[in-house]
């Protein structure tokens, strides 16, 4: 927009005024059109307002796709820079850069550093393929449901922070649930057969990890009942139900179950001590 003459074409919405078509810059001032132009005239500030809130994933559509058109101009020489922001551009972007980084940095390294550390604690691969294996379920069906109850019952857009921050929270109480457990199970799995010592750890550990977690669930669970914010009673009801899922699939489920397929291997390299003392017991 260069020059005093130059004419452009305003399509008002109708909820703001009348349409004015071919309006000179000069006219525009007469509508308190120059509070939308920069002091020399060479910038124009356009505003877009949409039907749905600045983060729903509607809305991001609308912003990509106006992103794309003004591309389109620039490319055309129509006009020299275009730059699209507001509310729902700005999460748009933050979305996409913190998404980035964490889902191609920080989560591959967080997931070799569990597997790591883990080694050292349970003492068994197939133990520690277990863990990440319940976490992993966890995270899921936490998120899937949530996703499905907010968006498909009560029509709320799922915050798109929301996968990580589950993700991040049911890393580190996942890991605890899951060493109760599976440490419990490899003590009793130097007294007892690989059966025995399972059905035992579950019966001693249950009612310590389900009561942590059913406590813990209800400092989330709180979270949706005093909020007014929908994405705080997301995040709460996401958290609660997956530190639930995790802590029940740990001692009834998906640690029991896999473990129990593995047999005495369940505890590779440790299974060959196992035979050993066996062994030794026998003699004496």
Known sequence: MKGKGRQVRLHSHPAFGERINNATLDELTKFEGDRYLSKDRHKVLIQVTGEYGATDDRSKEMVKE??????????????????????????????????????????????????????????????????????????????????????????????????MLVFIVLMGVGIDYNSFYLVKARDEFERRKPEEALVVAAGTMDTLVVGLAAVLAATYGSLMTGATWGGIREIGFALALGVLLTATAAVYFIGPATMALFGEKAWWPLFKNHSRNTAERKKE
Not at 77 to 85: C, E, N, P, S
Not at 124 to 153: H, N, Q
């Open 66 to 163: 106006i992103r794309s058109i003004v591309k389109d101009e620039e490319s055309s020489g129509k006009i020299k820079d275009g730059m699209v922001g507001g509310n729902t551009a700005l999460a748009l972007d933050l979305s996409n850069l913190i998404n980035d980084v964490f889902w191609h940095r920080i989560f591959p390294v967080a997931l070799l550093l569990m597997f790591l550390s883990l080694i050292p604690t349970l003492k068994g691969l197939p133990a520690v393929i277990t863990t990440m294996g319940t976490i992993a379920v966890g995270v899921l069906l936490s998120i899937g449901v949530s996703s499905w109850l907010f968006e498909k019952v009560f029509g709320q857009q799922v915050m798109w922070f929301l996968p």
